[in-house]
Nanobody, 120 residues
Framework: QVQLEESGGGLVQPGGSLRLSCAPS????????MGWFRQAPGKQRELVAA???????NYADSVKGRFTISRDNAKNTVALQMDSLKPEDTAVYYC??????????????WGRGTQVTVSS
């Protein structure tokens, strides 16, 4: 389900910074977790960071200390501040949002992705 839109990707030199943003393109109800996956060419999609409605965060070990995830619950938006970028961070970054009434009725919504390229 594509109901999110990412922005902020681009080309940056190693050591530089980018800030990704994600907002619903259509209304999503009862969102409790939002986050970011990424997928490099020929690689499996991996979770980069996630944040719950209460503000609990989870980061991949490879980005911990360099990336910061945040959200605005009122607007159902999520952002990813990426600092000290490395060439291995190059990937398409996908926003996701999880909603539902219980563990058996979870819906995951996706954006179409934004390209991040780290190169000198």
């Amino acid at each position: 389900q594509v109901q999110l839109e990412e922005s902020g990707g681009g080309l940056v030199q190693p050591g530089g910074s980018l800030r990704l943003s994600c907002a619903p393109s259509r209304t999503i109800f009862s969102v409790y977790t939002m986050g970011w996956f990424r997928q490099a060419p020929g690689k499996q999609r991996e979770l980069v960071a996630a944040i719950t409605k209460a503000g609990s965060t989870n980061y991949a070990d490879s980005v911990k200390g360099r990336f910061t995830i945040s959200r605005d619950n009122a607007k159902n938006t999520v952002a990813l501040q990426m600092d000290s970028l490395k060439p291995e961070d190059t990937a398409v970054y996908y926003c996701h949002a999880d909603s539902g009434r219980d563990a058996f009725h979870v819906n995951r919504y996706w954006g179409r992705g934004t390209q991040v390229t780290v190169s000198s």
